[in-house]
């Protein structure tokens, strides 16, 4: 890891005070852990499985970006998405092949967006949900109406509350749709998550401390009017297909739950630019 | 390290080998389909693979183009498991970068670049597995990869290594050998011209000594383009024979 | 047709505005743009608030670690704060590490912090020579119309208002620390530093709170950092057109006037939430 | 007034394409009509045949510089060859960050193309009108010409920093200091007059 | 090499005058032009190239792309964690930020202007040392300036005292250290920061002593000028 | 990552081909081309493999070394994957030009072996929090011809299969300090379970029907597949979606169930493969890139 010369850094060493409480009397930290999950799996046998939690999405609040929206879920998660429409792309190494234009994503986690140590999460999994947002995208946008240009996307997850993925994708697309870019479809994005246990049924939009405890999880993207499925990115302990399948059907119908409320806040945003100009 | 006995006094070597002889060279071309030209070679534990693209148009900025002949581009790169010490990238470090250039000199010398004006020869080499003579290994399978991929050369190049130890020259060292820190002379060399393609030397070694050192290496580079020279006609005789008929 | 006018010649346009002592959003050449706070919307972070200044928007979360103070000053503890621009607040920053003015405003804010002594770094640590907090103050940039550097300054001591960090105690027998995370105390805030900036236009004319087109257009700016007492906390014009001793004096007077409406707005805020 | 406007996001079902024939922000998809812009639908009466169903957004759609469009576009650098332009406007719409182009020697005019001279045509700092002839192949950028009366300088400034005045299609003359300078002169339409 | 004693106070700059100074122009063959500012014991090396070629995305149609490479004397250019030294990129903004200030970077549109710092020793009042070799290289690479600039650090002590130019051991005591660029027009303040804090007056005081000290610079520039010159 | 570029014609050729269940090269929809799996072919490395199926051909040194174990997992050790696409596969890779398809490829990775139950990695734990045993997996590719993914999963496999970490003893000492000694016997080592190593399989969907093991050229012809990674009981370990399509999700269904059983066979004849040449001992003829 090269080091970073371009921002401040502070001790070479640091931990969480949450680390700390666990090593001090180690009996009464561990039942203080256990105390936790049990609360957890009590909560879980309280909580439906199919229950969505309050999502929240407002499109068009950034001044500098041509698109933008805001999601966030009743658990915590706060994710803010940037996208531009075309601009010139930079000449692609060797890409001539390219007719229609490209769609590029980033994702980024604020350092403070999680519980626990400030650096838990890395590089690398920012640039895998990137690669993922693009997936779940690319199947959404009419890329062959922009020739040799360049579209893109930045997210932003303010707050990690579980699901944070799923909420990055449909804010992703609302921000797209929002600056006016050509869309076959809206993408919708839902989490999943199995608890351990033999028998354990998947939940949906898990939270964090749900998550963290999962055995498997599995993000789905859907684009609800073409009913295509434009994502999907899962793993965790091994269980027969039909697990999953119940998983994705579940997951599935979380998207065309989810959907009416990005598409009010989609109308919403429209209503809101073209007012200025009637009035 | 200065306890380890790298010549006894019978004149063996810690692997048991004379002061002049070689590793097992066992060496194979045409490995992959999809490149132009690929080789792999073995020289004792050294186990390098070449492939050879071109010559095709320039890739990336066609400014770097020469009008008068074509680029030859080379990467080196070592496999991260090649070393005993798992190595964390596998190009692009100060080692690999000199490497690199060493190569591209070597072989803008064989290969009969004028021909092919403004255009690009790619040759890639990858260290698999690393056990002393890292560069010669890569020299020695860029030409059979060269050759296969049919670029015209003025002639072989074979490259071979030599230490000086206990007042004797040794030929193509192996790692403990060249990690004693003595003296050591990588040398490529056209063995038919006998012309020097490329020449360096670690370490100190006293210049009456140079002479000799040298011998013993470009003797070993003949022996070494006396196997290389046995696969290629082995293997166009294979080629043809399919073709044949 | 004026659209076109401003994307042709933006500065005549701008002028034009000038001149009739007004700028195209309808302030006058004094008057900031609203400014709100939001303190805690992040509930990950162990402080946090949202500043927003007209539409530039900036958030600031501080993260309280643990680490063994440094060796030249084992009774102190550590600040450290990182500004940053992601491509998501403007076209103009590329993805990857920071560029220049992020890492220009990351030094301009551990600068602010060191120089106004907002926080007393003895404060931070927890036992001599063996335990300090780290607070990791990251403030990111989430829609960038100019004046970063008010907002980013304001962000921060709005977050580290908010900061609650837990109880920890050093444990004298085993010389392992304890943490309580049930009980938790507010930082000590020494003083509070409020930043405002001017752009200056055509060499002469000074604006308050310039917009991110203000700031492209204008011939230099200058930030200028106060606290409650009016003692100057940082000076910074980072090169730009030249100006008089007297219209820096103007410059810092107009600053202390800001102070206290800023510092009303905290005082308003950290009262609104109190009472929960 | 019409009925309150109907506002749509991508993917929404508007129609069959029996009903209606698309327009633009929409496309088909197994004989239906689709939404795939977030804006207001709006549905056109024609002259002949179906009425035409479009989805549109105020004045900042995302537009693409398209083969045939007049784009207005400033001079950057020339030399001998060609000159190199960033394009600020596609028709009367302004684009969101500017596109490079390349409005070469040969495209310049229409006759005597091998008399043109680039330097005697544009300056930097100019602002043309062209039109898009070609998106470029993989290395060059869009291809523009002037090749046409209605195109070339419409701004341009002389040494002394004064806005030019045309004075015929190849001659433009500086108010203040009267020099004359060469310029690919465009017949200006009536709608640019206003700046 | 040129000279200035000004009265001298043993061990740094003293109360209001200036360590002693020199500068050499001209004394790198590769750069277009080149200057050392030797202040007390610190020094800077600039080097200026240009206005030359410029790389694509840097280039401005109506300006020179002006860029400033501070190297400090060991590791990389970088925000150093130890506050009250480095802040690489902060100082690079200042320094090209004033340059563009003065130079009539619209005489050369398109090109590039590359400067280089190197910092050789840094024994306190660093920033303003940096500042004067970069007005020297543009001057001894003999770009159109508006007008000249110069540097001059001043130090608040505890007891309230003034003191310019001050050392590194004297930067550190100071109650506040403040750092201006003075351009040569009108005395005006092209570039100020500071460390540490002080009062309104404080600042106007400084100020007003860093403007006398900018005038010995200026003339020092002028006669160091004469000098080269006169040498043809 | 290197593609060809097919016309138009040469895709709806392809594409009606797999509709017959009859592809370019013979095969049917669910058939693996013809694989070849060799361990032990680098010999400093703790297990080695090199799998080609068809023109792709993937080579991975398993490497042990001793490192801390993680925080929150402090009883046990830990894999780290590296991917280096090398040049040798296509002049695109070259410098870091591979890095992108690298690190996308080492993620999957990653998270096909974030299941508990893949590799026993309290095994791995030496002493704990103290001194674990890292397995660095490197992946190698030197030729691509379509499936990385199935290919690099064997090639993984064959490798953990091959690996063998010596053992260690801790030693403590009356003042508490821990010394660690490693075996002087090469063969006393520790062996890895790999029965619960997933293979992945991705389906390629061309057309309307979707294929296993896709070559270069059907992969030019499909916008989208679905990865899949199945244990050799046919339990499902990881789901992904690759490529620039979306898949109807009656498709994924199907592609599921295909997976599991396509996935199961692939286990068997690979464990067949490694049993035979494990049987062989040192007596087996290496063949390494000589063959």
């Known amino acids: 890891m090269p080091l970073d010369h371009r921002r401040l850094r502070g001790p070479e060493e640091s931990q969480p005070p949450e680390v700390w409480a666990a090593a001090a009397g180690a009996g009464g930290a561990a039942a203080a852990e256990e105390e936790e999950a049990a609360a957890a799996a009590a909560a879980e046998e309280a909580r439906d499985p199919c229950a969505l939690r309050p999502l929240f999405a407002r499109a068009g609040l950034l001044s500098q970006a041509e698109g933008s929206a805001y999601v966030e879920l009743g658990g915590g998660t706060k994710v803010l998405c940037a996208a531009w429409g075309p601009r010139e792309a930079a000449a692609e190494p060797g890409g001539g092949a390219a007719a229609g234009g490209r769609l590029v994503c980033e994702f980024r986690r604020a350092p403070f967006a999680g519980r626990g140590p400030r650096a838990a999460a890395g590089r690398e999994a920012e640039r895998e949900a990137a690669a993922a947002l693009r997936e779940a995208l690319e199947p959404a946008v009419r890329l062959a109406r922009y020739p040799r240009a360049r579209l893109a996307v930045s997210a932003l997850l303010l707050q990690d509350g579980g699901s944070a993925l799923a909420a990055a ?82 997951g599935l119908d979380g998207c065309h739950r989810l959907y009416p409320v990005l598409r009010q806040s989609l109308l919403r945003a429209a209503r809101r630019r073209a007012a200025p100009s009637t009035a | 390290m200065a306890a380890l006995e790298l010549l006894s006094d019978e004149g063996y070597r810690a692997d048991g080998r004379r002061a002049a002889e070689l590793r097992k060279v066992r060496a194979r071309m045409g490995v992959f389909a999809q490149a132009d030209g690929s080789a792999y070679i073995e020289q004792g534990n050294t186990k390098a693979l070449a492939v050879v693209y071109g010559p095709h148009e320039m890739r990336g900025s066609r400014s770097k183009a020469l009008h008068d002949r074509a680029l030859v581009n080379c990467q080196y790169s070592m496999a991260t498991f090649s070393t005993s010490e798992r190595k964390r990238r596998p190009h692009g470090d100060r080692k690999s970068s000199e490497m690199t250039l060493h190569l591209k000199q070597t072989f803008e010398a064989a290969i009969l670049t004028q021909l092919y004006p403004r255009s690009q020869i790619d040759i890639y080499v990858q260290i698999l597995q690393a056990d002393g003579g890292n560069y010669c290994a890569c020299v020695n399978a860029a030409t059979l990869a060269v050759i296969d991929a049919g670029i015209p050369m003025r002639d072989y190049v074979c490259a071979s290594s030599a230490g000086f130890v206990e007042d004797t020259p040794l030929a193509d060292l192996s790692y403990i050998e060249e990690a004693s820190g003595g003296p050591q002379v990588a040398l490529a060399l056209l063995p038919t011209s006998e012309q020097i393609a490329l020449l360096e030397m670690n370490s100190r070694l006293h210049e009456d000594h140079l002479e000799e050192v040298i011998e013993a290496a470009s003797k070993a580079c003949k022996a070494v383009h006396a196997v290389l020279d046995q696969v290629v006609r082995d293997h166009v005789q294979e080629v043809t024979a399919l073709l044949g008929d | 047709m004026a659209t076109a006018f401003k994307t042709v010649e933006p500065l005549e346009y701008y002028r034009r505005f000038l001149k009739e002592n007004c700028r195209p959003d309808g302030r006058e050449l004094g008057e900031f743009r609203a400014t709100t706070v939001n303190i805690g919307s992040i509930t990950t972070a162990d402080g946090s ?89 990251d403030i990111i940039c989430l829609d960038y119309d100019g004046n970063i550097l008010d907002a980013s300054t304001f962000a921060l001591l709005t977050a580290l208002k908010n900061v609650q960090l837990p109880a920890v105690t050093v444990n004298e027998e085993t010389g392992l620390s304890e943490v309580n995370l049930k009980q938790k105390n507010p930082l000590i805030i020494r003083k509070h530093p409020v930043a405002t900036s001017f752009a200056i236009f055509d060499d002469t004319l000074l604006i308050v709170d310039p917009t991110a087109e203000e700031e492209d257009l204008a011939t230099g700016t200058v930030t200028i950092v106060t606290d409650e007492e009016g003692r100057l906390c940082s000076v910074h014009k980072p090169g730009g057109s030249p100006l008089t001793g007297a219209k820096l004096q103007d410059c810092i007077t107009r600053a202390v006037t800001r102070h206290k409406e800023v510092k009303k707005l905290i005082d308003k805020v950290i009262k609104s939430i109190q009472p929960k | 007034m019409a009925p309150p406007a109907r506002y749509c996001v991508p993917g929404e079902r508007l129609c069959s394409t029996g009903e209606a024939s698309a327009g633009s922000g929409t496309y088909t998809r197994h004989g239906f009509i689709f939404a795939s812009l977030a804006g207001c639908l709006e549905k056109r009466n024609e002259e002949s045949g179906l009425p035409v169903v479009s989805v549109v957004r105020d004045a ?64 930097p700092g100019d602002i043309v009108l062209a039109k898009v002839i070609s998106l470029g192949d993989a290395q060059s950028n869009y291809l523009l010409s002037t090749a046409e009366n209605e195109l070339g300088v419409v701004v341009a400034r002389s040494e002394a920093g004064a806005q030019m005045v045309p004075i015929s299609w190849c001659e433009m003359q500086c108010p203040r200091t009267h020099t004359k300078d060469f310029r690919k002169v465009a017949r200006v339409q009536p709608e640019f007059l206003q700046t | 090499m040129a000279t200035a004693e000004e009265e001298e106070d043993g061990g740094g700059g003293g109360g209001c005058c200036l360590r002693p100074f020199s500068c050499e122009q001209g004394l790198l063959s590769r750069p277009d032009g080149s200057a050392a500012f030797i202040q007390g014991d610190t020094s800077v090396l600039a080097g200026l190239y240009g206005p030359g070629e410029v790389k694509g995305s840097k280039e401005l149609p109506d300006q020179a792309a002006l860029e400033v490479l501070l190297r400090p004397k060991v590791g990389l250019p970088a925000v150093t964690p130890r506050l009250g030294r480095g802040g690489g990129a902060q100082r690079e903004q200042l320094i090209r930020r004033t340059c563009e200030a003065v130079l009539l970077g619209a005489l050369h549109p398109r090109t590039a202007v590359t400067l280089v710092l190197q910092v050789l020793s840094d024994i306190g009042s660093l920033l303003s040392c940096c500042l004067n070799a970069a007005c020297l290289g543009l001057l001894d690479a003999g770009l159109p300036l508006a007008s000249l600039f110069c540097g001059v650090t001043c130090a608040l002590r505890p007891d309230g005292r003034l003191l310019l130019d001050p050392t590194a051991r004297q930067e550190q005591e100071a109650r506040a250290v403040l750092t201006f660029a003075i351009d040569s027009a009108d005395g005006k303040v092209l570039a100020a920061t500071a460390k540490g804090s002080c009062s309104a007056e404080e600042l106007q005081q400084c100020l007003a002593a860093a403007q006398r000290a900018a005038a010995t610079i200026f003339r020092f520039y002028r006669d160091s000028l004469r000098r080269k010159y006169s040498k043809w | ?84 696409c090398s040049a040798n596969a296509t002049p695109e890779f070259e410098g870091r030009g591979g890095e992108e398809l690298g690190t996308e490829i080492a993620n999957t990775l990653y998270r096909i072996f974030s299941s508990e139950s893949c590799v026993d990695l309290k095994s791995l734990c030496i002493n704990p929090r103290e001194h674990c045993w890292v397995l660095y997996v490197d992946v190698l590719l030197l030729e691509c011809g379509g499936n990385l993914f199935d290919a690099i999963s064997i090639a993984v496999k064959a490798a953990l299969f091959n690996t063998r970490i010596p053992k260690v003893r801790v030693l403590e000492d009356e ?58 009981k046919g339990a499902l370990t990881c789901m992904k979606k690759v490529g620039k399509g979306s898949l109807d999700p009656e498709s994924i269904f199907e592609m599921m169930e295909t997976g599991k059983r396509v996935g199961k066979s692939l286990h068997t004849s690979l464990q067949k493969i490694l049993d035979e040449e494990e049987s062989l001992g040192t007596t087996r003829q290496k063949v390494g890139f000589l063959g």
């Open chain 1, 169 to 250: 994708v449909s804010a992703a697309a609302l921000a797209l749709a929002d600056a006016g870019v050509e869309m076959y479809d809206l993408a919708v994005g839902c989490a999943l998550c199995r608890p351990p246990g033999a028998a354990a049924a998947w939940l949906l939009q898990p939270s964090e401390p749900e998550e963290r405890r999962a055995a498997a999880r599995l993000t789905v993207a859907l684009l609800p009017s073409l009913n295509q499925v434009s994502g999907l990115l899962g793993g965790g302990q091994g269980g027969p297909p039909d697990s999953w399948a119940q998983a994705l059907r579940l």
């Open chain 3, 49 to 137: 608030a949202l500043v927003k200044l007209g539409n530039t928007t900036v958030i600031c979360g501080v993260k309280a670690e643990l680490a063994a103070p440094p060796v030249d000053s084992p009774n102190k503890g550590y600040i450290v704060p990182n500004v940053e621009l992601p491509s998501l607040c403007s076209t103009r920053f590329r993805p990857g590490p920071p560029g220049e003015e992020a890492q220009a405003a990351s030094q301009f804010i551990a600068d602010v912090i060191e120089n106004s002594q907002i926080i007393e770094k003895e404060d931070l640590c927890i036992a001599n020579g063996k335990l300090a907090w780290v607070l990791y103050c």
């Open chain 4, 60 to 123: 900042e759609s995302q537009l693409l510089p398209d083969v045939g469009a007049v784009v207005t576009c400033k001079v950057c650098s020339i030399n001998s060859r060609f000159a190199k332009v960033h394009i600020l406007y596609i028709g009367s719409t302004p684009l969101k960050s500017t596109f490079r182009g390349t409005i070469r020697r040969e495209d310049i005019r229409a006759t005597e193309k091998d008399k043109v001279e680039v330097y005697k045509s544009f300056r």
């Open chain 6, 1 to 84: 990552m290197a593609s060809v570029v097919l016309s138009e014609a040469e895709k709806l050729y392809i594409v009606h081909g797999v509709q017959e269940d009859l592809r370019v090269d013979g095969r049917g929809c669910e058939d693996y081309r013809c694989a070849e799996v060799e361990t032990d072919v680098v010999s400093n490395t703790s297990g080695s493999a090199r799998a080609k199926l068809g023109h792709t051909d993937i080579l991975v040194g398993v490497k042990a070394e001793m490192g801390t174990p993680k925080l929150e997992k402090p009883d046990e050790g830990y894999l780290e994957f590296f991917v280096d």
């Open chain 6, 175 to 232: 003042e508490g300090s821990k010394e660690i000694e490693l075996s002087d016997d090469p063969y006393d080592c520790i062996r890895l379970n790999v029965d619960e190593v997933p293979c992945v399989v991705t389906l390629s969907k061309i057309g309307y029907r979707h294929v296993v093991d896709a070559t270069l050229q059907e992969e030019a012809c499909s916008l989208a597949s679905l990865l899949i990674s199945v244990t050799s």
